[in-house]
């Protein structure tokens, strides 16, 4: 089963606007990432928080994560037509050695011109 | 740089045919990780290798799925005997590192399964 489910599943928001999309997930992590996947393409990495963090910015993104709510959101600020794309968050597993991800059912922003 | 190869990008063939998809790494990442694409179940983790060596296959589904990677620079995920149930987006990724490190996705190998 997914660990992580974002929310919600479509979201179409105005250029110029902002976006937020949402993740929450069920067990301890050390890290979450967010990916992006235009159609047709791979996924492309983001930005990456850890546990003990609160908050992280990079450019038009910012991230917040609260572990005690096993929660993550994704904003991205000054929506662009280019932001259009499906968005994943992903956490790791807790126990040393194990490096698997596991990837959120994901979030499809579309930006409207 | 040169970004994670896959190929072929699309590959459409009869049920009951082998299938081998291919995967060249980022050079020097020492993880290679094999997902699988679909609209009902998402993204799913296949296997994953360490330096050429599989470290977790719990995700593959059949026996008819098996993934080597004989050297760095080659992966390869091999379905024998295909169903059209296998149809889906299979995608490489590697990373340097650990899970605190980004992973690099390919453009994924569209599969139809007739």
């Known amino acids: 089963s997914q660990q992580g489910e974002e929310d919600p599943q479509a979201l179409s928001i105005q250029e110029g606007e902002n976006a937020t999309m949402n993740c929450s997930y069920k067990t301890s992590i050390n890290n979450l990432q967010w990916y992006r996947q235009n159609s047709g393409r791979g996924l492309v990495h983001l930005i990456l928080?850890?546990?003990?963090?609160r908050e992280k910015h990079s450019g038009r993104l910012r991230v917040t994560l609260d572990t005690s709510k096993k929660s993550s959101s994704l904003l991205i600020t000054a929506s662009r037509a280019a932001d259009t794309a499906s968005y994943f968050c992903?956490?790791?597993?807790?126990?040393?050695?194990?490096?698997?991800?596991?990837f959120g059912t994901g979030t499809r922003l579309t930006i409207i011109p | 740089d040169a970004g994670v190869i896959q190929s072929p990008r699309h590959e459409v063939t009869e049920m009951g045919q082998e299938v081998t998809l291919r995967c060249k790494p980022i050079s020097g990442h020492d993880y290679l990780f094999w997902y699988r694409q679909t609209m009902m179940r998402g993204l799913e983790l296949l296997i994953y290798?360490?330096?050429?060596?599989?470290?977790?296959d719990s995700g593959m589904p059949e026996d008819r799925f098996s993934a080597k990677m004989p050297n760095a620079s080659f992966s390869t995920l091999k379905i024998q005997p295909s169903e059209p149930r296998d149809s889906a987006v299979y995608f490489c990724?590697?990373?340097?590192?650990?899970?605190?490190?980004?992973?690099?996705f390919g453009d994924g190998t569209r599969l139809s399964i007739l």
């Open positions: 990724a590697s990373s340097w590192g650990r899970s605190n490190q980004p992973q690099h």
């Open positions: 290798f360490n330096n050429n060596v599989p470290i977790d």
């Open positions: 992903a956490t790791d597993a807790p126990n040393f050695g194990n490096e698997k991800l596991t």
């Open positions: 928080i850890r546990s003990n963090e």
